[in-house]
């Protein structure tokens, strides 16, 4: 079993940045690839990003590449999604997950409870 809390969303104007943190108990992340996704309002949970179990390799949704970057802490069982160049549509509950790294919701077993990043324009 794995437990994730997210934190750092927030509100932020458009161009802005957000780093959030997805802290892990239970059995050790390093099992596990990563990811973030996000749902926003009156919107399907959409890929963000993901990272595999050693940290090497990274997947990112075309609407956040180049903006967004996830890596991670296995030693201290975390992951982070940083956020940079933010625009209104970005605004969402981001969740953080752990499971097998193919960017689809069904391939991640652990959610968190999610935290909300707002854009204002």
């Known amino acids: 079993q794995v437990q994730l809390v997210e934190d750092g969303g927030g509100l932020v104007q458009a161009g802005g940045s957000l780093r959030l943190s997805c802290a892990a108990s239970?059995?050790?992340?390093?099992?596990?690839?990563m990811a973030w996704f996000r749902q926003g309002p009156g919107k399907e949970r959409e890929f963000v990003a993901a990272?595999?179990?050693?940290?090497?390799?990274?997947h990112y949704a075309d609407s956040t590449k180049g903006r967004f970057t996830i890596s991670r802490d296995n030693a201290n069982n975390r992951v982070y999604l940083q956020m940079n160049n933010l625009e209104p549509e970005d605004t969402a509950v981001y969740y953080c997950?752990?499971?097998?790294?193919?960017?689809?919701?069904?391939?991640?077993?652990?959610w968190g409870q999610g935290t909300q990043v707002t854009v204002s324009s």
């Open positions: 997950a752990a499971g097998r790294g193919a960017p689809v919701s069904a391939a991640y077993t652990y």
């Open positions: 990272i595999n179990w050693s940290g090497d390799s990274t």
């Open positions: 239970g059995r050790p992340v390093s099992f596990y690839a």
